[in-house]
């Protein structure tokens, strides 16, 4: 049971270019989540899914996009990068709104120059 | 808005000794869950320990406590025989018992860099 994966571990872009980040969870988890974690600071939500052709804005979503074709598969994409866009991201999962807790994948460390 | 705030930046512990990180939040909810999480070096990000706010009792695992204070509005965390391994960035974070989907999300606090001494 591998739970939440994401690739890539690492990446350095440059400014303007694009690239999406992925997540997958094998538990079959309706809500999902994408949080990205800034220097010295707590997690703040991008965007959240609570099922498959389901998502929403969460705190932070300026220049990002998701989709959720699956119930499996949660991307996020960057289009035009920023060095504001440097940041760890995490994915995150829970089976449902009553399930309290949440399970995060290993993060992607972005920097953009 | 629900706010979480993590106000000392950093503590340090002997190992083997008991420490304890302070959390407070801000709410006008009455039903919500309280979770600490826990950090290393690896960034994984590694749930401790959660907390119903309708239950009195608090909760423990193992080495791991917390003191919920609700009318205070106040979750600490009470690492006690302190390891090595327990190095690492503590995040408290609060999460709804709404049922809409944005209330879902966890709100973090700022985070605690405690630090283990041999």
């Known amino acids: 049971n591998a739970g939440v994966t994401q690739t890539p571990k690492f990446r350095i872009l440059k400014i303007g270019q694009s690239m999406t980040l992925q997540c997958t969870q094998d538990?079959?988890?309706?809500?999902m989540y994408w949080y990205r974690q800034d220097p010295g600071m707590g997690l703040k939500l991008i965007y959240y899914s609570v099922g498959a052709g389901i998502t929403d804005k969460g705190e932070v979503p300026n220049g990002y996009n998701v989709s959720r074709s699956t119930t499996e598969d949660f991307p996020l994409r960057l289009e035009l990068a920023a060095p504001s866009q440097t940041s760890v991201y995490f994915c995150?999962?829970?089976?449902?709104?009553?399930?309290?807790?949440?399970?995060f994948g290993p993060g992607t460390r972005l920097t953009v120059t | 808005a629900q706010t979480v705030t993590q106000s000392q930046p950093e503590m340090s512990v002997q190992e083997a000794e008991t420490v304890t990180l302070s959390c407070t939040y801000d709410t006008s909810e009455s039903d919500y869950y309280l979770f600490w999480y826990k950090q290393p070096p690896s960034r994984q990000m590694i749930l401790v320990i959660r907390?119903?706010?309708?239950?009195?009792q608090n909760a423990t695992e193992n080495r791991f406590s917390v003191n919920f204070q609700k009318a205070a509005k106040s979750f600490s965390l009470k690492i006690s025989d302190s390891q090595l391994g327990d190095a690492a960035m503590y995040f408290c974070a609060y999460r709804s018992d709404h049922p809409t989907g944005a209330n879902s999300k966890l709100t973090f606090g700022k985070g605690i860099t405690l630090s283990v001494r041999p």
């Open positions: 907390q119903e706010a309708y239950k009195q």
């Open positions: 538990m079959n988890h309706n809500y």
């Open positions: 995150a999962s829970s089976p449902d709104w009553r399930q309290g807790e949440q399970y």
